[in-house]
């Protein structure tokens, strides 16, 4: 029995489409949209594509060929997911040119009998080659609080849980993917369950979707493991509601970038030689699926561990496996808000002081920093409850936070963006001086627990509010 398909991906030329009506209709909504005409001036697009369209795998080999990367075995399953095997950039490529050797009838080599599609993933490409400008994040998609944070952080900093190399916590969410016809990526929602983006370079793609509502379809009968493949023989006794979903089906070709919303399940098939550019990233819009995952991930994993509860230290070990598991932890994800929530009413502060009048522009990057408050005052107020004791020890201080200089430039970089998005400048130039700022001193600035964080952000909104209605 096929798929029911109930619904298509529509697609919009991005050029015109602006930044708040994107925000108002695909992230507010958390509905998928497949945006063209963004990609035009893309190095990638040149570099990486040969004269007939393919992936021009020699360039590869040749400028980045020493890279090792994680490849993925599409035809073998570890778990969840597909077998991972680490490889350099140029036996990745010299593998994919014999087996492309073989469809088209050179079986000279014995060698490539047995060879599997192998699919490389989660290439931290920016990370690497940071002066190679392969693309530049299309402004729908740059208001991406993971990965500023993270160009100047670690998520976890835990060394039995963090290494350089691991996949989830990692440098980055910015990653390149690079596959021959046919390979695929299983059902899936994404880390963190958050938005991402994806930009075909080169080739073809035919996306599976599921929304939300229904994703307790393709759950097992216990609601702890999805169907893999939808399109294999799925056991109807093990997934008894999996014939009832009723997916989103879309075509993505070359030069498309798609956005995919929050918590929609989806599965991926290329189906032509393809590059694609994708990001994982988080903001405002979608912050409470950051939380409600990491709250359902923790009562997984202190239920595995059910047996240790009289233990002084079950809350630690609890906290260890979810940051393992998952890429944060409640002390981690609670740091970064904070971390953001500083930031916003620095840039508040800012804006209000500034020597310009408020025009338009400037009101409507207010209100989006308002927002940004109002989404993370939202979250704390959901943390309360679950609150521990203590932080263990986590106590941010925003004074503290404005002597270091990787966190002014966090918050340059979020202004910065900011002002592209709302195509004005009255920040970014003043914020070398953020640790003179006086405000520090008339609100709150030690925050150690999710309601002390509530209150940081209601003092905040009380003193600035002022200063804009004034």
Not at 379 to 396: C, E, N, S, T
Request: proline share 3%; hydrophobic share 35%; with cysteine.
């Amino acid at each position: 029995m096929g798929l029911k398909i109930g619904g298509r991906v529509e697609k919009v030329n991005g050029r015109e489409l602006s930044y708040g009506e994107f925000a108002e209709k695909y992230m507010a909504q958390n509905q998928p949209v497949v945006l063209t005409g963004l990609m035009d001036d893309w190095r990638a697009c040149k570099d990486w594509v040969s004269p007939n369209g393919k992936p021009n795998l020699h360039f590869f080999s040749t400028h980045f060929g020493k890279s090792k990367v994680q490849v993925a075995d599409c035809g073998t399953r570890e778990f969840t997911d597909q077998k991972r095997i680490e490889m350099t950039v140029s036996e990745f490529v010299d593998h994919w040119l014999h087996l492309s050797s073989a469809d088209n009838g050179d079986n000279s080599d014995s060698g490539v009998a047995g060879r599997s599609l192998l699919y490389l993933k989660d290439w931290h490409f920016v990370k690497e080659y940071p002066e190679y400008i392969a693309y530049r994040t299309p402004l729908d998609f740059s208001d991406d609080w993971l990965n500023f944070y993270l160009d100047k952080f670690r998520m976890h900093n835990d060394p039995d849980t963090y290494s350089e190399r691991n996949e989830i916590s990692c440098s980055d969410y910015r990653f390149v993917y690079m596959g021959a016809k046919g390979t695929w990526t299983p059902l899936h929602a994404d880390v963190f369950r958050s938005y991402s983006w994806s930009a075909n370079v080169c080739g073809k793609k035919q996306w599976y979707f599921l929304p939300p509502s229904q994703h307790h379809l393709v759950f097992d009968r216990n609601m702890k493991s999805t169907v893999y493949n939808i399109f294999a023989d799925v056991s109807q006794s093990k997934f008894p509601g999996f014939e009832k979903a009723i997916w989103w089906e879309c075509t993505q070709e070359e030069n498309e970038v798609i956005f995919v919303p929050s918590g929609w399940y989806h599965q991926v098939h290329n189906l032509e030689d393809t590059i694609s550019i994708n990001h994982n990233w988080f903001n405002g819009y979608n912050l409470s699926w950051v939380w409600d995952l990491l709250l359902k991930d923790y009562g997984e994993a202190s239920e595995y561990i059910e047996d240790l509860k009289g233990c002084d230290d079950f809350e630690e070990l609890c906290q260890r496996n979810l940051a393992a598991n998952t890429g944060m932890n409640f002390y981690d994800f609670f740091i970064f808000i904070v971390r953001f929530a500083f930031a916003t009413v620095v840039l508040l502060h800012k804006l209000a002081h500034g020597k310009k009048e408020p025009s338009q522009k400037s009101s409507e990057m207010i209100q989006h920093l308002y927002f940004n408050l109002e989404s993370i005052r939202s979250v704390a107020v959901k943390m309360k409850p679950i609150d521990a004791d203590d932080r263990q020890g986590v106590l941010l201080d925003l004074r503290k936070n404005l002597e270091d200089h990787s966190y002014i430039e966090l918050c340059a970089a979020v202004g910065k963006t900011y002002e592209l998005i709302h195509d004005q400048s009255e920040v970014t130039h003043a914020l070398s001086q953020c640790k003179d700022l006086t405000f520090s001193s008339l609100i709150r600035s030690h925050v150690q627990s999710s309601e002390d964080l509530v209150t940081f952000i209601d003092d905040a909104l009380t003193k600035l509010g002022g200063a804009f209605s004034g």
